[in-house]
């Protein structure tokens, strides 16, 4: 079986879960008002509960994988200068071009990069952890604050240090240092050995295994075909530079820091993830053309059960 045909097959179930739960609104079973709570469910219990348990858990954590995040950091800033160049030719609109400044730049590498990492690369789920927090979940949070100042509404303007305050309060980020100092820390090690240990050591397990198909239901909530109709050219634009462009600046970058093997595998694969949520969140919060991001989001989603395997493929 070739690289692109055993992707394809791994993915299958993952997008397999978002159209159902797509289904499950048109069915009138599960409504776009159930998403927050789905996502709140995610975000505050069974997401920190992965993050803690597979870094705790996780075997050696190479000193290559921290290099990760800053590549993909250093690929959203080369995304950067090709949209604000695009915005110039095309005549964007100040709103729309904050809007493609997100959508074209960052993705989905939490809520979809967490279960298609577990499903293809789960030893590498660590540096997945490294890649959306440090390489994604920061640079978004404050180049959302930015951004929406300068091409957002005035009424919706938030600086950088009131994002950054935000995100200091989710509970994503303790997990990270707990996890982080239970994987480096011998004593953490003797306690997990401990039955006490064992105990919690499960408990964060069965509670982790909540967040694949709570996170691809939710996503699949957050669908909505109709605003694809209105921006055909626009929508072509955001999705080749997040599903191509992102993960063929990554590559050369990637071994520019020496990530080979599966370091490398892992930090494509993170690249080529489809729009973020988040980043049509912020969109629709500034006032950029909301519903160009959240139709960016649905194509780019739909598409990415091809282009993900297409990328792969490229960088064995």
Request: hydrophobic share 55%; proline share 7%.
């Amino acid at each position: 079986m070739t690289v692109f045909a055993a992707t394809l097959t791994a993915l299958a179930p993952l997008f397999a879960l978002i159209l159902l739960g797509y289904a499950l609104k048109r069915a009138r079973v599960l409504h776009s008002a159930h998403a927050p709570v789905l996502n709140g469910l995610v975000v505050n219990a069974t997401l920190p509960a992965l993050v803690v348990h597979g870094l705790a858990t996780a075997p050696a954590i190479p000193a290559r994988a921290f290099c990760a995040p800053l590549a993909i950091f250093l690929t959203e800033l080369a995304l950067f200068a090709l949209i604000l160049t695009f915005g110039r030719i095309l005549r964007l609109s100040r709103p729309r071009l904050g809007a493609l400044l997100l959508v074209g730049t960052f993705g989905n590498t939490g809520f979809l990069g967490y279960p298609i990492t577990l499903a293809l690369l789960p030893h590498q789920f660590p540096t997945a952890i490294l890649i959306d927090q440090f390489g994604m979940t920061v640079p978004l949070t404050i180049a959302a604050a930015l951004i929406g100042s300068l091409y957002g509404s005035a009424q919706t303007q938030e600086g950088a240090s009131a994002a950054l305050l935000r995100l200091l309060r989710s509970p994503i980020l303790p997990a990270l240092a707990l996890g982080l100092l239970a994987h480096f820390l011998p004593a953490a090690h003797a306690f997990l050995a401990s039955p006490l240990g064992q105990i919690l050591d499960k408990t964060l397990g069965y509670l982790a295994q909540g967040t694949t198909p709570l996170v691809l239901l939710a996503v699949g909530l957050a669908l909505r075909p109709e605003a694809a109709g209105k921006n055909v050219l626009p929508l072509l634009l955001s999705c080749t530079l997040k599903l191509l462009i992102s993960p063929l600046i990554m590559l050369p970058l990637s071994r520019l820091f020496g990530l080979r093997g599966d370091l490398l595998t892992i930090s494509i694969l993170l690249a080529a993830m489809p729009t973020s949520v988040m980043s049509s969140v912020y969109s629709a919060h500034h006032d950029m053309d909301g519903d160009y991001a959240v139709a960016t989001v649905f194509v780019s989603t739909l598409l990415s059960a091809l282009t993900i395997p297409w990328m792969l493929s490229l960088a064995r």
